[in-house]
């Protein structure tokens, strides 16, 4: 079904026309539509028309108001101060513009069939490493970005940049060479804890070893050596050690309600081949100079302390690769073989100073052009409650499954204490789902450029923003269904709408232009807030606008079903997009 447009966009179009045809003169101005709180829009563009045209703007205003047909749309237009426009719509048009959407699998919002491809570099755990707190928001704000673009019709490609690569490796393979059964399971499938309980005992043991034993530091090192050069054996066991954090990771995303397949996992060793031409055509082509044996590229921007430049280091002195090396022959993958248009990295705003040096060489190599956009989607900090980044009372870094294993069980208990009719099962079921919501929403509710804290008592709040308030209003819709007495949702476009009706309506009309300006810049945030925004309208709509008791009328009933339906199927794509459950009972 084709994209079904909004009231803005049409109320837009009518504003064009009598501009045309009141004042041609101006050619295709643009009335400059916005939403009000004044009224339901306001067009302000025939200010900057009146300056142009050397014109009171009031009287301009006038002649577009008067060159305005009757229509069944637009109900009333005030002209406002210098010549603003005050426009409220008719209450046929909302109910209109609703039901079209209601009839649309995709409740109106466009799929546009010549969109781009962009590659998604997101969710990028360290093989033999356990995932910890710093990991949360690279994974759940690029999965909210997949399915956002995704539904807009982007082409997206997945890609999990994982390090897999590394000096810590030929630690780990020569402590497995001579210790051959640390990562042997007895019999049956390895669990994720289990996988990383084996990884932790190898990697502390190794490190214990490589930090006393300087024959065995020296055989380590030479194991690298041996791993870069592609020795068959070393390489089966950095595939093992691959293998065996795979399933922790898996088990890890699998808690957090997300999907990582395999083709998609690409770490740094993926891009191994690449890394000799990829310093070879930087070196011809002068974008990277040898300075004191390293391969660099230099900036008049990029200052160290001391104010000297700060270089993005290539290949070091001693032949090893920098991460440049590896980020730089990525992009040239993705643009080249992948034919992206757009890459977008979802990593730490701490890193933003290296995208950007490795943006600007990839510019001036060639790699990106006017055609690629690279973007860093760049994220602030988790925090304790206190405000400082987040701890264990020991100092430690937070593990991630500990932190989502807690807010489980506190919203397990939130639905145990709120649960009348679910069984064990269910309150379980629904525990993880209000749990994992909870701490997704927090996240995803914040810009993603801001820090924010991680306070598990709010999350899981039924008041405020958070996700649960949403997933409530979801349930509170369903359970409406349940008491309608066979009363069926339908649209009464001729019914005259009460307030909050009207106010409900208007916002589930925006839905589209919402989903669109989150995809449009990387901000989901944006997405979040329409969804709280459309709960708390809803909220208002309940106890204004009885549905079953006190009955009123069954047209009214009927219509105010529909308007319910609409904004439950409204919370479930939306809350989906960001990759949240929204229960049908809590």
Not at 98 to 109: M, T
Not at 210 to 231: I, N, T
Not at 293 to 321: E, H
Not at 417 to 428: F, G, R, V
Request: hydrophobic share 40%.
């Amino acid at each position: 079904m084709a994209s079904v447009p909004s009231l803005a966009s049409t109320v837009q179009q009518r504003l064009a026309d009598a501009l045309s045809a009141s004042l041609p003169e101006a050619g295709s101005a643009d009335p400059l539509l916005r939403r009000s709180d004044r009224a339901d829009f306001q067009a302000n563009g025939i200010l900057a028309l009146a300056k142009k045209l050397k014109g009171n703007p009031r009287e301009l205003a006038d002649k577009v108001v008067a060159a305005i047909p009757d229509n069944d749309v637009l109900k009333e237009i005030e002209v406002s101060g210098p010549g603003f426009l005050n426009i409220t719509v008719t209450d046929e048009a909302i109910v209109r513009t609703l039901a079209a959407r209601a009839a649309d699998d995709r409740l109106g919002v466009p799929h546009s069939a010549d969109a781009g491809t962009t590659v998604i570099d997101y969710a990028q755990p360290n093989v033999a490493k356990e995932m910890h707190v710093g990991h949360l928001r690279s994974a759940v704000i690029g999965a909210a970005m997949v399915e956002i673009l995704e539904f807009t019709g982007e082409k997206v490609i997945r890609r999990h940049h994982i390090g897999d690569w590394g000096t810590q490796f030929g630690m780990l393979i020569q402590y497995l060479i001579e210790h051959p059964h640390e990562l042997d399971h007895q019999g049956g499938e390895v669990s994720g804890e289990e996988a990383m309980s084996s990884l932790n005992r190898l990697y502390k043991a190794s490190r214990t070893v490589f930090d006393s034993d300087e024959e065995f530091k020296a055989r380590s090192r030479d194991r690298v050596v041996a791993l870069q050069s592609g020795d068959e054996e070393t390489l089966a066991l950095w595939q093992k050690f691959v293998d065996e954090s795979k399933i922790y990771f898996y088990s890890v995303f699998g808690k957090l309600d997300m999907e990582i397949n395999d083709p998609d996992v690409v770490g740094e060793s993926g891009y191994n081949d690449m890394l000799d031409e990829t310093c070879r055509l930087l070196e011809e082509s002068g974008v990277a100079v040898r300075s004191e044996g390293a391969l660099c590229v230099f900036f008049d921007d990029v200052k160290g302390p001391d104010g000297n430049p700060t270089p993005l280091i290539v290949k070091k002195s001693n032949g090893g690769y920098g991460y440049a090396a590896t980020d730089l022959s990525a992009i040239r993958d993705r643009v080249q073989n992948l034919a992206a248009d757009t890459l977008l990295y979802v990593v730490d705003a701490r890193q933003s100073l290296h995208f950007k040096m490795v943006f600007e060489t990839a510019r001036r190599a060639g790699w990106l052009n006017d055609k690629v956009d690279a973007v860093q989607l760049a994220f602030g900090t988790v925090l304790g409650k206190d405000g400082k980044p987040f701890k264990t009372r020991e100092g430690e870094t937070v593990r991630l499954v500990d932190l989502l294993d807690e807010a489980v069980d506190r919203a397990t208990s939130v639905v145990r204490e709120k649960a009348k009719d679910l069984t064990e099962e269910e309150i379980a079921e629904r525990g993880a789902q209000v749990g994992i919501g909870a701490v997704k929403y927090a996240d995803l509710s914040t810009s993603a450029s801001r820090d924010y804290k991680f306070d598990l008592d709010q999350m899981v709040s039924l008041n405020g923003d958070t996700s649960v308030y949403i997933q409530y209003a979801h349930a509170r819709i369903k359970s409406i269904f349940g008491k309608a007495g066979g009363i069926e949702p339908v649209a009464h476009p001729e019914l005259e709408l009460a307030p909050a009706e009207r106010a409900l309506g208007l916002h589930l009309d925006r839905f589209g232009e919402t989903v669109a300006e989150a995809a449009a810049s990387f901000e989901p945030h944006k997405l979040a807030a329409y969804l709280y925004q459309l709960s708390s309208l809803f909220t208002t709509f309940y106890d204004q606008c009885p549905v079953v008791k006190p009955a009123p009328p069954r047209e009214v009933a009927e219509n105010r079903l529909f308007i319910a339906d609409l904004t439950a199927r409204t919370l479930h794509r939306g809350m989906a997009l960001l990759g949240i459950r929204t229960p049908e009972r809590l």
